[in-house]
């Protein structure tokens, strides 16, 4: 069974700019979660869709945006990229989302660098 | 406010010992608890878990041990191996909101041949 694949693995952007990130879940799985991980602030949920509803939202402000498809894949947006969104997005997914009955799979993340 | 904390940033340990990460949590709303180990350029990779209705879970060479009270869990390794070296993230999540997890900041863990 194939992973939790992210694209793309890396990008390069500069200040105000907006990017797209990309994570298909492991087959089946409806539940997508993203996180973020810089060194100052570990790793924070940012958001979680699950059956392409968000569900569930972190303390982020409102330029951090996603969605989910109908075939279970999902994609962030940031809009006007700031230095300190330099960080590695990791997507993780599982079969319904609930801590305790079904563990998430975490994608290899994409390292976002705003210059 | 830091709800989950790793206090020890790293830990180096001979092979064949035993190691301990540990992990404080200030939540009391958090009921359910996970180990999850990260190689670089990899995701964190689910270690073990344990539900607030336990206060031990064992699986292999891997053994999360929950206190309650002290609002404490720590992770031991036995017998510790070279390949167990890696990042060790600590997360937790109120299982009624979902598949939110709340990480620490992560120990790395090296285990010297």
């Known amino acids: 069974k194939a992973g939790v694949t992210q694209t793309p693995r890396y990008l390069i952007k500069t200040r105000g700019q907006q990017v797209t990130l990309s994570c298909s879940p492991i087959s089946g799985h409806r539940s997508v979660s993203w996180y973020q991980q810089t060194p100052g602030q570990g790793l924070q949920f940012l958001f979680e869709y699950f059956s392409e509803t968000q569900r569930n939202k972190g303390n982020f402000p409102g330029r951090f945006s996603g969605r989910q498809f109908s075939n279970s894949r999902s994609e962030m947006n940031v809009s006007t990229l700031e230095l300190g969104d330099s960080a590695l997005y990791l997507c993780?997914?599982?079969?319904?989302?609930?801590?305790?009955?079904?563990?998430?799979?975490f994608g290899p993340g994409t390292r976002l660098t705003v210059l | 406010d830091q709800q989950v904390k790793q206090n020890s940033p790293s830990l180096s340990v001979q092979e064949g010992r035993i190691s301990i990460l540990n992990c404080d949590y200030t939540n009391s709303m958090f009921d359910y608890f996970l180990w999850y180990k990260k190689y670089p350029a990899e995701g964190p990779t689910f270690l073990i878990s344990i539900s607030s209705i336990k206060d031990k879970n064992e699986d292999g060479r891997f053994t999360v041990f929950l206190n309650k009270s002290a609002k404490h869990l720590s992770l031991h390794i036995v017998p510790s191996q070279p390949g167990d070296s890696a990042v060790y993230f600590c997360?937790?999540?109120?299982?009624?909101?979902?598949?939110?997890?709340?990480f620490g900041e992560g120990t790395q863990l090296t285990v010297n041949p």
């Open positions: 997360a937790a999540s109120e299982m009624a909101s979902g598949s939110r997890l709340t």
């Open positions: 993780a997914s599982s079969l319904v989302g609930l801590a305790g009955v079904n563990e998430q799979f």
